[in-house]
């Protein structure tokens, strides 16, 4: 008989709940750090709601606001209340595949890996990390969610995988019509992959707007998703276990 120890994030969210005794209230402002963000969008909305928002990223701010320019491990040890972070994809996305071998040859990849587990393994009690479709997938584990710009408000196409810590699914806020694949029909230029890689407005707004309003968890909450996270590695030996005894 197979056994499934997988336990869905939207159910990991329910039980944190649970151990923090009801449902998490409004804040009046959150500390939010935006992680590899340099355009200013996410970093915007959480500060549109009152909250204490900043972006980092070894590039400059393209908007004037709180901004590190840097390193994030930096600053990574700040006592954040929530992470949104966009590590780079560029040799993580399975749209490159076809350079990996060259890339875990010289040592990219794994370097790539390292980076988005340092931010997924912070220790920050809510996390979202944002990339496309990608091999943490199966380095680590599966996206808790993956979404399009469609059902905020954009009428394009651009699956965005969500690895979430803490944190709800986000609910779509305005589906519309339209699928256009604009992203991936870009005409090459020098900042095409700054063009690629900025997050929605719509997609930043929903953000702000749904997991802005959550309070800090408890120390017990910390230390649920902090061995959640640390034990990944041994649930899925379990999982894999029972199935070959099934």
Same mark, same amino acid.
Not at 78 to 83: A, E, G, I, K, T
Not at 124 to 147: F, G, Y
Not at 225 to 239: G, H, L, V
């Given at each position: 008989?197979?056994? %499934?120890?997988?336990?869905?994030?939207?159910?990991?969210? *329910?039980?944190?709940? @649970?151990?923090?005794?009801?449902?998490?209230?409004?804040?009046?402002?959150? $500390?939010?750090?935006?992680?590899?963000?340099?355009?200013?969008?996410?970093?915007?909305?959480?500060?549109?709601?009152?909250?204490?928002?900043?972006?980092?990223?070894?590039?400059? =701010?393209?908007?004037?606001?709180?901004?590190?320019?840097?390193?994030?491990?930096?600053?990574?040890?700040?006592?954040?209340?929530?992470?949104?972070?966009?590590?780079?994809?560029?040799?993580?996305?399975?749209?490159?595949?076809?350079?990996?071998?060259?890339?875990?040859? *010289?040592? @990219?990849?794994?370097?790539?890996?390292?980076?988005?587990?340092?931010?997924?393994?912070?220790?920050?009690?809510?996390?979202?990390?944002?990339?496309?479709?990608?091999?943490?997938?199966?380095?680590?584990?599966?996206? *808790?969610?993956?979404?399009?710009?469609?059902?905020?408000?954009?009428?394009? =196409?651009?699956?965005?995988?969500?690895?979430?810590?803490?944190?709800?699914?986000?609910?779509?806020?305005?589906?519309?019509?339209?699928?256009?694949?604009?992203?991936?029909?870009?005409?090459?230029?020098? !900042?095409?992959?700054?063009? $690629?890689?900025? /997050?929605?407005?719509?997609?930043?707004? &929903?953000? &702000?707007?749904?997991?802005?309003?959550?309070?800090?968890? !408890?120390? !017990?909450?910390? @230390?649920?998703? %902090? &061995? /959640?996270?640390? %034990? =990944?590695?041994?649930?899925?030996?379990?999982?894999?276990?029972?199935?070959?005894?099934?």
């Amino acid at each position: 008989m197979k056994t %499934n120890s997988t336990v869905s994030n939207q159910e990991k969210f *329910d039980d944190s709940e @649970r151990v923090a005794g009801s449902r998490a209230p409004l804040c009046s402002s959150l $500390r939010v750090l935006v992680a590899c963000e340099y355009s200013g969008t996410v970093r915007d909305a959480f500060a549109a709601l009152g909250h204490e928002a900043m972006s980092c990223d070894l590039l400059p =701010t393209e908007k004037l606001g709180p901004h590190y320019q840097g390193d994030v491990r930096d600053v990574l040890d700040y006592p954040w209340d929530l992470m949104i972070a966009h590590p780079p994809c560029t040799h993580l996305s399975v749209s490159g595949a076809k350079h990996f071998p060259a890339k875990r040859e *010289d040592g @990219r990849q794994q370097s790539a890996v390292s980076f988005f587990m340092t931010l997924a393994k912070a220790d920050i009690p809510r996390i979202a990390i944002e990339n496309p479709v990608c091999i943490m997938s199966s380095h680590w584990r599966k996206p *808790d969610q993956t979404i399009q710009p469609w059902q905020f408000g954009h009428g394009e =196409t651009k699956a965005t995988c969500l690895w979430l810590k803490g944190l709800p699914p986000l609910k779509p806020t305005n589906v519309v019509e339209g699928r256009e694949n604009r992203i991936h029909r870009m005409p090459p230029s020098a !900042d095409r992959w700054k063009k $690629r890689s900025k /997050t929605y407005l719509g997609i930043a707004q &929903a953000m &702000a707007g749904q997991w802005g309003g959550l309070c800090d968890i !408890d120390s !017990d909450m910390a @230390r649920l998703w %902090n &061995a /959640t996270i640390s %034990n =990944t590695t041994k649930q899925r030996e379990i999982s894999f276990t029972y199935d070959e005894q099934s």
